[in-house]
């Protein structure tokens, strides 16, 4: 529980926090009558600036109140323990928890799951000091915290300690402080050491995982609807892409609908089309189902025994010209059918189609395919470390606008689903690419692919933007001097490209490794969300500790020769 000097100086935070707030005001008031106005001041100008400080406050103070909440909801409960008698049951103990948190739901107002949420949310940050000092000192935001308290869930002391410790460091190599980072970015920081750092390979969590894939569908107003799938991230990122990029070639003046638009219509247009006609090998015998008259049979199709069966089960589906197989809540309607052939809609347990001729003497049907899931072939970015390519280490891949994958999820997509690949140097001490620069305007394709390596979204802060959808930008015009070289250019979405050619946000420099950071027309300067590499993991006893001692010389005429051949 809290001491009294601890709760003396979290008040005086929050104390100084609102004597800037009401100095704040007090100058506001002054100048709108006028007592303060100097001939030279610019009185609108500074009136913005107060509202901008102003926000700034209300957020340190909602952060410090945010504190005080979480660390009294903790408290709460550590005192209803020690009300409860030592002799008292678990039950007994159970309910006297459940009671101070139905009273914490009444006190603010809000639900029995949101305070039980809240309570365990509390507990597990009041037992990471640095955490909590943070958010006391409003330097990270309750959004913030509560990214930590998820975080940190299933890694122990130890490890929630460590990660505590590497997300707010304030080391101003790393770039922007944690605080700095809209929430859904300080959650990809965080989640990306943790992936890292697990005490559970990523190969095991991501097995158990899959097993939970799914599809849900949840109502929505004025006759709309959400529809989520979960699936392994390197599909996720494949379906995004390709909508993506099918949307982009639909755009044109006579397009008027716009890229968020052309998305859901092009992936509802793919779902819906007519799907293939159920066919077989002429004499193959097969399971049937006549849903008309709602019997099952096993044997061939002349037989016409009743049972019971599975449609997704070794059962083909039949229907009648006037009628509709109805399979859960879903159907198949009759013009996606052949009325006069039954299959068997047999799928392989690895999700992987097997040969044309074994699957055909099997009874395959096109419906059947549509159960196994191709490996992408469409853009996927991904960055894999080449002992983990070699199967030498299970050192975690990188897939772009992502994070952390499984090695093997990487391995196969090189060997089943790479189009084409790009080799990044790397430096071996670190994990931080090597630039690569040219000396004409137009970029080239393993440009820009490093370029999205680099920055993997817009760089404006706060947004969000993936890299299928960004332009690539030089930060110094190339008519004023600037060069195509990647410590030049940055990736910014449509709209934030737009905005810095026609406002006064200006980008600071970059580098080959570091993206730029932005400067306000206010003059408020925005770190860069730098990326967090690691050193590679190396196979036990390949040249670690030499390569760790490793200084770089001059590049030697060989080395040269080959960024010369590399950059064109």
């Known amino acids: 529980m809290g001491n009294g000097a601890g709760t003396v100086a979290a008040m005086d935070g929050i104390h100084a926090?609102?004597?800037?707030?009401?100095?704040?005001?007090?100058?506001?008031?002054?100048?709108?009558?006028?007592?303060?106005?100097?001939?030279?001041?610019?009185?609108?100008?500074?009136?913005?600036?107060?509202?901008?400080?102003?926000?700034?406050?209300?957020?340190?103070?909602?952060?410090?109140?945010?504190?005080?909440?979480?660390?009294?909801?903790?408290?709460?409960?550590?005192?209803?323990?020690?009300?409860?008698?030592?002799?008292?049951?678990?039950?007994?103990?159970?309910?006297?928890?459940?009671?101070?948190?139905?009273?914490?739901?009444?006190?603010?107002?809000?639900?029995?799951?949101?305070?039980?949420?809240?309570?365990?949310?509390?507990?597990?940050?009041?037992?990471?000091?640095?955490?909590?000092?943070?958010?006391?000192?409003?330097?990270?935001?309750?959004?913030?915290?509560?990214?930590?308290?998820?975080?940190?869930?299933?890694?122990?002391?130890?490890?929630?300690?460590?990660?505590?410790?590497?997300?707010?460091?304030?080391?101003?190599?790393?770039?922007?402080?944690?605080?700095?980072?809209?929430?859904?970015?300080?959650?990809?920081?965080?989640?990306?050491?943790?992936?890292?750092?697990?005490?559970?390979?990523?190969?095991?969590?991501?097995t158990k995982s899959a097993a939970d894939r799914r599809m849900e569908c949840t109502p929505d107003r004025d006759g709309m609807a959400w529809l989520s799938l979960y699936i392994p991230a390197h599909q996720a990122s494949a379906i995004w892409n390709r909508t993506t990029a099918l949307a982009r070639g639909l755009q044109g003046p006579d397009e008027p609908r716009s890229m968020t638009q052309l998305r859901p219509d092009i992936a509802a247009g793919l779902l819906l089309s007519a799907g293939p006609a159920l066919t077989r090998t002429a004499g193959t015998s097969t399971a049937g189902i006549s849903t008309g008259q709602n019997t099952t049979g096993q044997g061939n199709t002349s037989q016409r025994n009743p049972?019971?069966?599975?449609?997704?089960?070794?059962?083909?589906?039949?229907?009648?010209?006037?009628?509709?197989?109805?399979?859960?809540?879903?159907?198949?309607?009759?013009?996606?059918?052949?009325?006069?052939?039954?299959?068997?809609?047999?799928?392989?347990?690895?999700?992987?189609?097997?040969?044309?001729?074994?699957?055909?003497?099997?009874?395959?049907?096109?419906?059947?395919?549509?159960?196994?899931?191709?490996?992408?072939?469409?853009?996927?970015?991904?960055?894999?470390?080449?002992?983990?390519?070699?199967?030498?280490?299970?050192?975690?891949?990188?897939?772009?606008?992502?994070?952390?994958?499984?090695?093997?999820?990487?391995?196969?997509?090189?060997?089943?689903?790479?189009?084409?690949?790009?080799?990044?140097?790397?430096?071996p001490r670190d994990g931080a690419p090597l630039e690569i620069g040219r000396t004409s305007y137009r970029l080239t394709k393993a440009m820009k692919k490093a370029l999205q390596l680099r920055d993997g979204k817009c760089t404006f802060p706060g947004c969000n933007n993936r890299t299928l959808d960004n332009d690539t930008d030089h930060l110094q015009a190339w008519q004023h001097g600037g060069h195509t070289g990647i410590s030049n250019l940055a990736q910014l979405c449509p709209k934030h490209h737009r905005l810095k050619h026609n406002s006064p946000w200006e980008p600071t420099p970059a580098t080959h490794n570091e993206p730029p950071g932005w400067t306000s027309p206010t003059g408020r300067h925005y770190k860069p969300e730098q990326p967090d590499p690691e050193p590679p993991q190396w196979p036990p006893g390949l040249l670690h500790a030499e390569i760790s001692n490793y200084q770089p010389a001059d590049k030697s005429p060989f080395e040269h020769a080959l960024m010369e051949l590399l950059t064109g």
């Open 17 to 206: 926090s609102i004597a800037g707030l009401d100095a704040l005001f007090v100058e506001d008031a002054a100048l709108t009558t006028g007592a303060s106005t100097g001939a030279e001041m610019d009185v609108l100008q500074r009136q913005y600036e107060i509202r901008l400080e102003r926000m700034a406050g209300v957020k340190q103070v909602e952060a410090q109140l945010a504190a005080v909440k979480a660390r009294d909801a903790a408290e709460a409960i550590e005192i209803q323990h020690a009300r409860t008698p030592p002799e008292a049951s678990v039950q007994e103990r159970t309910y006297a928890e459940m009671s101070a948190v139905e009273e914490i739901a009444g006190v603010l107002t809000i639900s029995s799951p949101a305070a039980g949420a809240l309570v365990t949310q509390s507990r597990h940050l009041t037992s990471l000091p640095p955490a909590m000092d943070a958010l006391f000192a409003g330097a990270i935001s309750w959004q913030h915290a509560k990214i930590i308290a998820d975080e940190t869930e299933g890694l122990g002391p130890a490890g929630a300690a460590a990660l505590v410790a590497h997300v707010l460091d304030p080391n101003p190599t790393r770039g922007a402080a944690a605080g700095e980072l809209v929430p859904s970015r300080f959650r990809t920081r965080v989640r990306n050491w943790r992936e890292r750092h697990h005490p559970e390979s990523l190969e095991k969590r991501h």
């Open 307 to 427: 049972g019971q069966g599975n449609p997704g089960q070794g059962n083909a589906v039949r229907t009648h010209d006037d009628d509709q197989d109805t399979i859960g809540l879903a159907s198949l309607t009759p013009s996606d059918l052949d009325d006069s052939i039954t299959a068997a809609a047999t799928a392989t347990t690895d999700h992987q189609a097997p040969a044309t001729a074994e699957y055909e003497n099997a009874g395959g049907n096109g419906y059947a395919d549509l159960g196994n899931v191709p490996m992408p072939k469409v853009d996927v970015l991904i960055t894999v470390p080449v002992f983990a390519l070699l199967g030498l280490t299970d050192e975690p891949a990188t897939l772009d606008g992502y994070g952390p994958i499984p090695a093997s999820m990487a391995r196969k997509l090189v060997a089943n689903g790479a189009g084409s690949f790009y080799r990044v140097l790397v430096d």
